[in-house]
C-alpha cells in the first residue's frame, strides 16, 4: 500500500513525459491533448470507483497489419492503464441515490 503514497523521482516524471511525446508524435497528438484524454478519462472513472489518477497512464499506439481495413491496414488504439483504489465506496455511494 506504501507504493501509492510514494513521490516519484524527477526522472520517473521526465521519463513519463518523455514517453508522451513520443507516443503523442507517432499518432499525431498533441502532449496536451493526451493530458485532456486523461483529465476526462479520469473524471468519468472517479464517478464509479476510486482511482489513482496521479499514476494513470495512457498511451496511444498504432495496430494492424496486412489483414487490417483501411489504407494500410493501421489505425490508432488507446491503451489506459488505471490504478484502483477502491471499488466498494462508489458503489455504496451509488445505492445511496
Do not use: W
Not at 516519484?8 to 514517453?19: D, H, M, N, T, V
Amino acid at each position: 500500500m506504501r507504493h501509492f503514497f510514494r513521490r516519484k523521482s524527477s526522472c520517473e516524471i521526465a521519463k513519463g513525459r518523455l514517453k508522451i511525446l513520443l507516443i503523442s508524435d507517432r499518432v499525431n497528438c498533441s502532449p496536451e491533448m493526451m493530458e485532456l484524454i486523461k483529465t476526462d478519462i479520469a473524471k468519468v472513472i472517479s464517478k464509479y470507483m476510486k482511482i489513482d489518477a496521479e499514476n494513470m497512464e495512457i498511451q496511444i499506439s498504432t495496430v494492424g497489419g496486412k489483414s487490417g481495413k483501411g489504407a494500410g491496414g493501421k489505425h490508432p488504439v488507446l491503451y489506459a492503464n488505471i490504478p484502483i483504489l477502491d471499488v466498494s465506496a462508489q458503489e455504496h455511494a451509488i445505492n445511496l441515490k
